[in-house]
Nanobody, 119 residues
Framework: QVQLVESGGGLVQPGGSLRISCAAS????????MNWYRQAPEKERELVAV????????SYADSVKGRFTISRDNVKNTVFLEMNSLKPEDTAVYLC????????????WGQGTQVTVSS
């Protein structure tokens, strides 16, 4: 059974920091590109951060570039999103996504963790 379980969300004040995690089971994340998406009320799902299966390349949405960092720990089979200088507009459910292309295409999603940035 494949599971992606996010954790670490919560309430944080503007300007604060938060580190959320995505623990995977049933897959080996080193073989997947790992993504963080977010879903805010009344907004489309937004791709926030990407790390390739090799872990050597990352990319970020313009809205979070310079503030967020995606990383992975292949020993723990976990991907992280470090969020700094948080803004109220970062408030969203953050969703973990694992993608494997080619003939073995797969696309798995976690259930999300709520991040709320508010004074």
């Amino acid at each position: 059974q494949v599971q992606l379980v996010e954790s670490g969300g919560g309430l944080v004040q503007p300007g604060g920091s938060l580190r959320i995690s995505c623990a995977a089971s049933g897959i080996t994340i080193s073989r997947y590109a790992m993504n963080w998406y977010r879903q805010a009320p009344e907004k489309e799902r937004e791709l926030v951060a990407v790390t390739t299966s090799g872990g050597g390349s990352t990319s970020y949405a313009d809205s979070v570039k310079g503030r967020f960092t995606i990383s992975r720990d292949n020993v723990k089979n976990t991907v992280f999103l470090e969020m700094n200088s948080l803004k109220p507009e970062d408030t969203a459910v953050y969703l973990c996504n694992a993608v494997r292309g080619g003939n073995n295409y797969a696309n798995f999603w976690g259930q999300g963790t709520q991040v709320t940035v508010s004074s």
